[in-house]
Each structure stands twice: as C-alpha cells, then as structure tokens.
T-cell receptor, first 114, second 115 residues
Framework: KAGVTQTPRYLIKTRGQQVTLSCSPI?????VSWYQQTPGQGLQFLFE???????NKGNFPGRFSGRQFSNSRSEMNVSTLELGDSALYLC?????????????FGSGTRLTVV | AQSVTQLGSHVSVSEGALVLLRCNYS??????LFWYVQYPNQGLQLLLK??????LVKGINGFEAEFKKSETSFHLTKPSAHMSDAAEYFC?????????????FGKGTKLSVIP
C-alpha cells in the first residue's frame, strides 16, 4: 500500500515568487492536513481538508492557501514568498476526520526561499 | 487553547539504558494523544496513540506510553535503547468535541543514543 506522496521533495524559490506543493494521500483516505515545520516555531498546523472542503485553518497569512480535489489529492500554494517561508512542509492523511484517527505523514517538501 | 509541553529538548542515553521522554498536556476535556518519531530528512512516523480504553499503550519498535489523567501526562518509554532509536520525538494532542481536528505538537525531544 503506497504511503503519502509529496512532490517535489526539494524546492528552491526566489523571494516574491509563488509555489505550489502537491500531496497524494493514502488510497481511500479522505482527510488531508498540512503542517509547516521550522527550527524556530516547530510544527504548526496550516489547514485541513475533508471531501474537498476546508474544515480548519491555522494562524497563517492569506498568502497560504490550499485545496483538495475529488480524488482527495491536495495542493497548497504560497504566493509572494518571503525568506521566512523556508521550511519543511508536511502533508498528512487520515481515513476520516475523527479525533481518534491518527495521521500518516509524507516525507515532506523542503522549501528554500532565497 | 490546548498545548503540549515536552520536557527536555535533548535527551542522551546509553545503548541498553531506559528511554524516558516526557510529555504533559493541558486540557479540560479528554484528549487524544499521539507520539511521533522523525528521522533526519524524513516525515513523521506514528509510534503509538491513546484514544480511549487501556491507559498503557504499546507502540512500534518496543515503545510504550502511559496516559495519566491525574498528572496530565503521556510519557514515552522504552526499556532498552538501541542505536537506531536516535531521532526526534514529538508528542501531539488532538481534542475531542472542539470541532477542530488538527494536531497540536510539542517542541520535540531529540534523542541521542551513546554506544
């Protein structure tokens, strides 16, 4: 059974550009969440999608957006990149959007903004 | 707001020694608790989770954790450390009934295993 697949693994962008990251959840999983990991702030919740609907959003500026497609694949977009957006972006999927379900994480996309 | 505190950003143990990683949470409602491990340049791997029922939870790779409501703790233990256990460990909480399903993570504890 394939795990959570995130593409690309590494990305270098210039300040001011925009970027789109992709996440393919485990087959059959309908809930997808995104997290940002930095050395200073640790793991922070970005947003969660379930059946193409955004269920929850973390405390990030509007430059961060996302969506989920009918096949549960998800993308997140960051516009007008800033140096502080450099981070590991992790996607996680879950079978249902219930509290007692754990998430399976992908290997992440390492974004470097120069 | 919910929060998770992991005591000790870095823990060192000798190979074969007991591993104890501490996690305390703040909550006025029953939480769902998780431990994840992260190896360098990789994502997070679920070690174990507590939802309901037995308070002693066994996970993968010989790890276990005990949910203690009175102490609001969910410490992770392993009787005998192995070199392959060197990684960063994250405690996380997901609350019930709050209409919110995100995980709130602790800052992480980096475990070093000394040969």
């Amino acid at each position: 059974k394939a795990g959570v697949t995130q593409t690309p693994r590494y990305l270098i962008k210039t300040r001011g550009q925009q970027v789109t990251l992709s996440c393919s959840p485990i087959s059959g999983h309908r809930s997808v969440s995104w997290y940002q990991q930095t050395p200073g702030q640790g793991l922070q919740f970005l947003f969660e999608y379930f059946s193409e609907t955004q269920r929850n959003k973390g405390n990030f500026p509007g430059r961060f957006s996302g969506r989920q497609f009918s096949n549960s694949r998800s993308e997140m977009n960051v516009s007008t990149l800033e140096l502080g957006d450099s981070a590991l972006y992790l996607c996680a999927s879950s079978l249902w959007d219930r509290e007692n379900y754990g998430y399976t994480f992908g290997s992440g996309t390492r974004l470097t903004v120069v | 707001a919910q929060s998770v505190t992991q005591l000790g950003s870095h823990v060192s143990v000798s190979e074969g020694a007991l591993v104890l990683l501490r996690c305390n949470y703040s909550s006025s409602v029953p939480p769902y608790l998780f431990w994840y491990v992260q190896y360098p340049n990789q994502g997070l791997q679920l070690l174990l989770k507590y939802t309901t029922g037995a308070t002693l939870v066994k996970g993968i790779n010989g790890f276990e954790a005990e949910f203690k409501k009175s102490e609001t703790s969910f410490h992770l233990t392993k009787p005998s450390a192995h070199m392959s256990d060197a990684a960063e460990y994250f405690c996380a909480v997901k609350y019930s009934g709050a209409g919110s399903y995100q995980l709130t993570f602790g800052k992480g504890t980096k475990l070093s295993v000394i040969p």
